[in-house]
């Protein structure tokens, strides 16, 4: 920031040097209220992977080793940010984020080759809670971030079986539309997004964010998110609703679609176990076809010696109607923290599917709608925060 002073001459230099110190006097309140700042922090992130599958389709035996950075199967997925607070007065500030998934084994961008794919928002703090305008975060994926043992990362995140977005329906009524989970990817990061945060009340909060689809048809490829929470001591509660409408294509038509998806999740610290749960429900339609589908978390943390800490998770997804094609993950992790800074981990997965079911685990099978049988991941890496 420049501060520009007219001082209009005054008769003696010591006059001048007291005008000079009543300006300062005077104007440190300005500058105090506008102070800002700005952070570069980043993540490294990087692990040995072993993939195989009944149906992988990367070799022969449906086996592969990969060097992985992605943010789906490594602890944390690494990342280049940027973030700065201003404090304007009043109790009220303005901030931004900037930040970037980065994949350490190609040195490419992750998130579709976004610039900043992983945030890029803008917005306003005080007593009234914060409003946030851009690409950032939703309410459903931070619940189940917060549910989720493997911190929806791993080899075992939930994100495999809760979102699992594997394509387009490839036969029947719903041929063409998006087939996925309760949270669908787009439920991870909205677009052209606005969201606000109440401030927390008695351990209570909530949140709102609606994303613009920006499309010709006025809801097409709109999505709205609304959550509420609870944290008292080691408890926590939290409810999450969807609405999502997005579009599939069939040759050069665009099929309308819409999902509704509720969620309801929470955690206990017992101090040396801590217990995770989730329990939702998606109904997606499609010109009169519908799909459904329930799904199901249930995890198990705990510390191992000082600096260790050992997760495991089971995933479920049950498919009703027509498509009563189901899914099943077990998932299990260590963490051996280093320093504040630095942490090894290794990690475990197995899918199982059922019916005509294509889960796989992110990054490797499942994205061509075909039918896997099962599929397991196993790996081992190393994370450093900066």
């Known amino acids: 920031m420049h501060y520009i002073f007219a001082i209009h001459r005054i008769g003696s230099q010591k006059k001048m040097k007291k005008t000079l110190l009543a300006l300062a006097v005077l104007g440190a309140p300005l500058l105090a209220a506008a102070q800002s700042n700005v952070t570069i922090y980043g993540i490294a992130d990087v692990s040995v992977n072993r993939f195989s599958g009944s149906n992988g389709g990367l070799e022969p035996n449906g086996a592969v080793t990969r060097i992985d950075s992605s943010a789906g199967n490594n602890l944390a997925g690494s990342r280049l940010g940027f973030k700065g607070r201003e404090e304007l007065g009043s109790g ?3 901030d931004f984020k900037l930040e ?45 971030n917060t549910v989720d043992p493997m911190g929806v990362g791993l080899a075992g995140s939930a994100g ?8 387009l329906f490839p036969v029947g009524g719903l041929k063409g539309v998006p087939q996925q989970g309760w949270m669908g990817l787009d439920a991870f990061r909205a677009d052209n997004s606005i969201r606000y945060d109440t401030p927390t009340m008695n351990g209570f909060s909530g949140s709102v964010l609606y994303g613009v689809g920006e499309a010709a ?30 579009a599939g294509v069939v040759s050069a038509d665009t099929i309308a679609f819409n999902q509704k998806s509720d969620a309801l999740g929470l955690t206990y610290d017992l101090g040396a176990l801590k217990l995770y749960a989730l329990a939702a429900t998606k109904k997606a339609n499609s010109a009169g076809n519908v799909d459904e589908a329930n799904y199901y978390l249930l995890g198990v943390s705990a510390p191992v010696g000082a600096n260790g800490q050992m997760m495991a998770s089971w995933n479920r997804s049950a498919g009703k109607n027509s498509n009563a094609n189901s899914a099943g993950q077990f998932g299990l992790g260590y963490l051996y923290s280093m320093s504040k800074r630095t942490t090894l981990y290794t990690s475990y997965a197995k899918i199982k599917n059922k019916g005509n079911a294509a889960f796989g685990i992110d990054g ?23």
């Open 92 to 94: 009220l500030s303005a």
């Open 100 to 144: 970037m998934g980065v994949l350490l084994d190609t040195g490419r961008s992750e998130q579709g080759g976004r610039l900043f794919g992983r945030t890029s928002r803008v917005g306003l703090n005080g007593g009234f809670g914060s409003l946030h305008l851009g690409r950032q975060d939703t309410p459903a994926f931070e619940l189940l």
């Open 160 to 167: 495999n079986i809760q979102a699992g977005n594997k394509g």
């Open 217 to 246: 048809r006025a809801s097409q490829g709109n999505i709205g998110i609304g959550s509420l929470s609870y944290r008292a001591g080691p408890f926590y509660i939290g409810y999450v609703h969807i609405h999502d409408n997005s």
């Open 364 to 386: 490797y099978d499942g994205h061509d709608g075909g039918n896997f049988d099962y599929s397991t991941l196993f790996n081992v890496g190393i994370t450093h925060a900066f």
